[in-house]
Nanobody, 115 residues
Framework: QVHLVESGGGLVQAGGSLRLSCAAS????????RGWYRQAPGKQRELVAQ???????NYADSVKGRSTMSRDDATRTVYLHLNNLKPEDTAVYYC?????????WGQGTQVTVSS
């Protein structure tokens, strides 16, 4: 099993930046893939960014050029850097980790962008 804890969300003005963190309870090297989804009120959960099992990093078109994923294996943490935030980025952001065919989710962190 993997326990994921997100942090870093908050209220920010449009044009601002945030860094979301997702700390895992076990070594990142044992995890096949990690990434971030978000869900806005009344909308389906959508993929924001991901490290795939093939070592590829993908970003949704909606955040491409404004978002960067990074990782710190020493602290088992994956980060999502969000820049030039827009009101439409307002959502609950969830990190996930795939391990042995099962997807684990964090509890989510709220990001609110004011115009």
């Amino acid at each position: 099993q993997v326990h994921l804890v997100e942090s870093g969300g908050g209220l920010v003005q449009a044009g601002g930046s945030l860094r979301l963190s997702c700390a895992a309870s076990r070594s990142i090297s044992s995890i096949n893939a990690r990434g971030w989804y978000r869900q806005a009120p009344g909308k389906q959960r959508e993929l924001v960014a991901q490290y795939t099992s093939a070592g590829v990093t993908n970003y949704a078109d909606s955040v491409k050029g404004r978002s960067t994923m990074s990782r710190d294996d020493a602290t088992r943490t994956v980060y999502l850097h969000l820049n030039n935030l827009k009101p439409e980025d307002t959502a609950v952001y969830y990190c996930y980790a795939d391990l042995m065919g099962y997807r684990y989710w964090g509890q989510g962190t709220q990001v609110t962008v004011s115009s």
